[in-house]
């Protein structure tokens, strides 16, 4: 019986696609924040920008890190408001600017405050981008002056319910 060796090219091939095949889809990673008193874990390497925004006639400068996989972002925004009861303001001018964007500005979100003033509530709603179904699952918080956005967004079918759990629950303060 002869046995044949594959050749070196081939074992070369081979080998790499069984190395691409393991390689996660999802790489996790923690972040804390350098300029907000946040951590969480993103799904891939995340990029900052920071820009002003309006909420409601607040005008703050948010800054968003974000990480996309798959077509879909996941995102964190955080912003500083002149005082407590602003910040709280500010979440639900964040979810329906948000929900507007995707074509479902009818959909309404939960808040609740605690007795020691934090804020917060959720967002699952559908809409459309480009004419494209998506998804957008967020939670949204105000701690004192600061608030968040810690968000899901993209085609329903990219957005998989295991993975949006393990980055929005990664979050903390």
Known sequence: ??????SPVLSLLLASALLAACSPKYNWRDYAS??????VTFPAKPASFTRSI???????S??????????ATFAVGSAEAPDEARARAALPAMMQALLRNIGAGGTQGK???????????DV?????SNGVPVRLV??????GKRFYQV???GKANAVPPEQVEQFLTSFSL
């Open 138 to 143: 967020g939670h949204f918080e105000a701690r």
């Open 34 to 39: 350098p300029d907000a008193p946040y951590k």
């Open 111 to 121: 808040f609740q405050t605690d007795p020691n003033g934090k804020a917060t509530g």
């Open 124 to 128: 699952d709603a559908t809409g459309s």
């Open 1 to 6: 019986m002869k046995i044949r060796l594959l």
């Open 54 to 60: 309006d909420l409601d006639g607040l005008q703050v």
């Open 62 to 71: 948010m800054t968003m890190t974000a990480a996309e996989v798959d077509g």
């Open 151 to 153: 968000i899901v967004l």
